[in-house]
């Protein structure tokens, strides 16, 4: 079975400087889709990025990257300058792309982001 | 954009009644669905798959009598919480991936509260 693993329970960030979030994880599929999500204060789970395990690339969404390194096993956050809209609870998640699991995710225990102003 | 929608999104009821928790996919067919459990600061718990047409499929430890999932149509599936008891306040969440898709969409939850 794949696991999840966010080691950072909280972190905190001056706002417009950069923090880096940490996720490894675990599997024996070469093949896989990791993602992490936000939750803010609503609650409410929104994507903020996703990488696909095929590409070699990192992906980027405007102030947001991560640093996949598949060897390692390893998916971490890095968020750029840095808003008090980040403040939020942040989880790394893994799919599989088998059949067998569906399209369940696995999360990791989540990391808890605060923002100084 | 998709949409997942959950209604109610808070509701407290006593001890010993059952409440249902309705979830919808409002643009685009869900055959699937899953149902989350969430402690403050904790991680999502998955439930169980709600599959349209057929029995859910629950995780380890979760109770199939206790919390009854019923996928009507391929847009509506449901959560029962049987008999409630004051430990099984929480908050629920349902996703729905989009078939096809890497992408699963969120409902923005139920707060249960049982008194």
């Known amino acids: 079975a794949q696991t999840v693993t966010q080691s950072q329970p909280e972190m905190s960030v001056q706002e417009a400087e950069t923090v880096t979030l940490s996720c490894t994880y675990d599997?024996?599929?070469?093949?896989?889709?990791l993602f992490w999500y936000k939750q803010p204060p609503s609650r409410q789970m929104i994507l903020v990025i996703r990488q696909e395990a095929y590409k070699q690339q990192n992906a980027t969404e405007n102030r947001f990257s991560v640093n996949f390194q598949k060897a390692a096993k390893s998916f971490s956050l890095k968020i750029s300058d840095s808003q008090l809209g980040d403040a939020a609870m942040y989880f790394c998640a893994y799919r599989s792309v088998l059949l067998e699991y569906g399209n369940k995710l696995v999360f990791g225990a989540g990391t808890i982001l605060r923002v100084k102003s | 954009g998709a949409v997942v929608s959950q209604h109610p999104s808070r509701v407290i009821c006593k001890s010993g009644t059952s409440v249902k928790i309705e979830c919808r996919s409002l643009d685009f067919q869900a055959t699937t669905m899953f149902w989350y459990r969430q402690f403050p600061k904790q991680s999502l718990m998955l439930m169980a798959t709600s599959n349209e047409g057929s029995k859910a499929t629950y995780e380890q430890g979760v109770e199939k009598d206790k919390f009854l999932i019923n996928h009507a149509s391929l847009t509506l599936s449901t959560l029962t919480v049987t008999s409630a008891h004051p430990e099984d306040s929480s908050f629920y969440i349902c996703?729905?991936?989009?078939?096809?898709?890497?992408?699963?969409?969120f409902g923005p939850g139920t707060r249960l509260t049982v008194t």
């Open positions: 599997t024996s599929e070469s093949d896989y889709y």
């Open positions: 996703s729905a991936p989009r078939q096809a898709s890497y992408e699963q969409y």
